[in-house]
């Protein structure tokens, strides 16, 4: 399945497929972007992060892809699980400049995940 | 234990009464974070603070102050609540490197 984060902010897939969420940023001078992940009931949670010398950053079931030419970034979940369920946020920062150490956030996207 | 505490977790108040949440760490970092998040929305940043004698107003900070009482220590404030200040709050915290931890938040309802 995929989302685009802002646009389609649900995503349902099946137990065991590949899930891709999506999320436009749209400052340029963004160099560090982190991908979130929020339960129901709880506060955002770290799941991986990616700077701009990189173009792919890969985790545990997790890959992260940032195509700065279009200002995009995704993140593939694979063999997605019941347990992958939550809302997901993309957050975007500058290293530098007058912004240091903000992050903006994205809407999120609401992953489902049905057996 | 919980690197990140938010206390109260959930308030009911009344409108125009002041109240203030507070967020506690263990992690030893500097900087310190106050977010709201309402459906729909994201996070918004309220205040931020760099370091004890730092403190930067967010996108949204009319209506709150903040208290960078110690290291570990950030609270935030609402002078006189109002309803539409109905939302989660969440505190966080993070190092040089940027990534930012999350407390479990606070679930505040104005009347």
């Known amino acids: 399945g995929e989302s685009v984060g802002l646009h389609l902010p649900t995503l349902s897939v099946q137990e065991g497929d590949n899930s891709i969420i999506n999320c436009a940023y749209s400052n340029s001078a963004s160099d560090y972007f982190i991908w979130y992940k929020q339960e129901s009931g709880k506060g955002p949670q770290f799941i991986i992060d990616?700077?701009?010398?990189?173009d792919k950053r890969q985790g545990q079931r997790v890959t992260v892809l940032l195509n700065k030419t279009v200002k995009h970034l995704s993140l593939q979940i694979a063999a997605t699980q019941p347990g992958d369920s939550a809302v997901y946020f993309c957050?975007?920062?500058?290293?530098?400049?007058?912004?240091?150490?903000?992050?903006?956030f994205g809407r999120g996207t609401q992953l489902t995940v049905w057996p | 234990d919980a690197d990140v505490t938010q206390t109260p977790r959930n308030r009911i108040t009344k409108t125009g009464k002041r109240i203030m949440l507070e967020c506690s760490q263990t992690k030893g970092h500097d900087r310190m974070y106050w977010y709201r998040q309402d459906p729909g929305l994201g996070l918004r940043l309220i205040y931020y603070?760099?370091?004890?004698?730092?403190?930067n107003k967010g996108e949204i900070s009319d209506g709150y102050s903040v208290s960078r009482q110690a290291q570990a220590k950030f609270s935030l404030s609402l002078e006189s609540a109002i309803p539409n200040q109905t939302a989660l709050y969440f505190c966080a915290t993070s190092d040089i490197l940027e990534t930012q931890y999350f407390g479990p938040g606070t679930r505040l309802l104005v009347l």
């Open positions: 990616i700077r701009s010398n990189m």
């Open positions: 957050a975007e920062s500058s290293l530098r400049g007058s912004t240091l150490g903000r992050l903006y």
């Open positions: 603070s760099f370091d004890v004698k730092d403190i």
